[in-house]
């Protein structure tokens, strides 16, 4: 099963635009990460955010993370058609298990 | 380049046959995580080694089997292939470190006729 959800599945919009994906997580995390993957390719890692934290950015990406209500968003600003991927997010538990368990994704398409 | 290694890139085979598929992590990460994506899905956690030690397991059938060698590299058994085990296999390697990212392989995409 899931850890997490991505939502929306599916997301288009034009060049220029704002971006936001929202995850939603089952259990208490040490931390969440946000990754890429283009079509077919491995998952490349954008960002990390503690359980303790509540805001990041990392150049025209930035992560907001509540853990009340178990759930994180991803704002990509002034997307480029470079940006159309797949987005996951990613829980780990800590612990011994350590397990990376990933949300089903969220697929951007970035119109020129 | 992640660093991560998987071998082979595309695999095509019968059903009932049966495959290995090979990892090598990036250097000096112990664990090596597996997972499997279906078309068009999102990735299915299959099983957790750190430094040779089963850590986890998670949606992987008894067909699969895998296991990590002393060099670190590890492998991944699929037995009695079925059509439906058509699927993107990924390997990613992660650090010890306490907020350690995951670097992904290419994938080998397994194609079950």
């Known amino acids: 099963s899931q850890q997490g959800e991505e939502d929306p599945q599916a997301l288009s919009i034009q060049e220029g635009e704002n971006a936001t994906m929202n995850c939603s997580y089952k259990t208490s995390i040490n931390n969440l990460q946000w990754y890429r993957q283009n079509s077919g390719r491995g998952l490349v890692h954008l960002i990390l955010?503690?359980?303790?934290?509540r805001e990041k950015h990392s150049g025209r990406l930035r992560v907001t993370l509540d853990t009340s209500k178990k759930s994180s968003s991803l704002l990509i600003t002034a997307s480029r058609a470079a940006d159309t991927a797949s987005y996951f997010c990613a829980t780990d538990s800590g612990g011994g298990r350590r397990a990376l368990t990933f949300g089903s994704g969220t697929r951007l398409q970035v119109q020129p | 380049d992640s660093g991560v290694t998987q071998t082979p890139k595309h695999l095509i085979t019968a059903t009932g046959q049966r495959v290995t598929l090979r990892c090598s992590p990036r250097s000096g990460d112990l664990s090596v995580y597996w997972y499997q994506q279906s078309l068009d899905q999102g990735l299915q956690f299959l099983i957790h080694y750190y430094n040779g030690e089963e850590r986890a397991k998670g949606n992987i059938l008894e067909r699969f089997s895998a296991q990590q060698f002393p060099d670190l590299h590890s492998e991944l058994n699929l037995s009695s292939l079925e059509l439906g085990d058509s699927a993107l296999y990924f390997c990613?390697?992660?650090?010890?470190?306490?907020?350690?990212?995951?670097?992904f392989g290419q994938g080998t995409r397994l194609t079950v006729v």
């Open positions: 955010i503690r359980s303790n934290e």
């Open positions: 990613a390697s992660r650090a010890v470190a306490r907020d350690a990212e995951a670097f």
